[in-house]
């Protein structure tokens, strides 16, 4: 079991965990994920690992409460156990110096783009981070962006925060402008990830995306995020998760990522009607972890 070192809301419904894993911190590196078990009978969920820290031991996690598993996730605090961790899984992000990189994160997403964009700027990129959301409220990690980027973008649909439209919208202005630029990064939903590929495509520009498919066990054993990129079959846990934006067949992933979605809202559903049910389960796991 793995201990819960911190835990804050930072959105609504998106919460950051600090949490005790210090092999997987000493090996992890920008882009990687983990797969993560709240309890023994739980759904594996991949998470990419936001943050670090070697010498103490602990990875960051964001997580967005959209799911049975997300929400049961989002109602443990500092102090609780998940049951299990494994990773670092997939492969790392492919880091060097390209020039002027611009890093795109849409909603939750921004906290998959803040590894890289930080690798990004260690390997001596100028780094351009643009971050979206529905309102304020839903951008994140503005502040750590701005530590460690060149300029920072905030954008809402709803205009109540930085640029009034979204991440797809800024990129072209910037463009437009006449800023060269030579790398993007876009994690996000697969519309925006989609809709960034065919606003860098004209240009020429080098274009990565962080496929989020349906994954079970991390490893291409079980063939569940099976994705086509340049017309062939890949396995995004292990040839992943990032891949040439500008041939990524996103409408099949997008269908592949619908193919349980009846399950999934069942599943939610349930959740919400046995919350009691689930937070037993996690005091006993807290109880057992205690114990050894």
Request: glycine share 10%.
């Amino acid at each position: 079991m793995n201990k819960i070192l911190e835990a804050k809301f930072i959105g609504p419904d998106i919460k950051l965990f600090k949490i005790d894993a210090p092999k997987i911190a000493l090996k992890q590196k920008a882009g990687q994920f983990i797969i993560l078990r709240i309890a023994e009978n739980g759904e594996r969920i991949p998470l990419t690992i936001a943050d670090s820290d070697k010498t103490e031991g602990w990875i960051t996690l964001i997580v967005q409460g959209i799911g049975a598993t997300t929400k049961a996730l989002n109602q443990l605090e500092a102090g609780d156990f998940v049951r299990d961790l494994v990773g670092p899984l997939g492969q790392a992000s492919h880091i060097e110096n390209f020039g002027t990189a611009v890093s795109i994160g849409g909603g939750v997403g921004t906290a998959i783009a803040y590894p890289t964009a930080k690798a990004l700027k260690v390997a001596g990129n100028k780094v351009i981070s643009i971050i979206g959301g529905r309102s304020k409220q839903h951008v994140i990690l503005e502040n750590e962006l701005a530590a460690t980027s060149d300029e920072v973008y905030p954008c809402t649909d709803d205009g109540s925060y930085g640029f009034h439209g979204f991440v797809t919208q800024k990129l072209q202005q910037l463009l437009d402008s006449g800023e060269k630029i030579d790398f993007v990064l876009a994690i996000g939903p697969i519309p925006m990830m989609s809709a960034v590929a065919e606003v860098t495509r004209p240009h020429g520009i080098k274009t990565v995306v962080s496929l989020n498919p349906v994954m079970v066990d991390g490893t291409g054993m079980c063939g569940g995020c099976r994705a086509y990129v340049d017309g062939k079959q890949v396995f995004v846990c292990v040839d992943g998760p990032e891949f040439d934006a500008h041939q990524v067949d996103f409408k099949i992933l997008q269908q592949r990522n619908r193919t349980y979605g009846i399950q999934e809202q069942a599943a939610l559903e349930a959740h919400m009607c046995n919350i009691d049910v689930v937070y037993n389960e996690e005091l006993k796991n807290k109880k057992i972890a205690e114990s050894i």
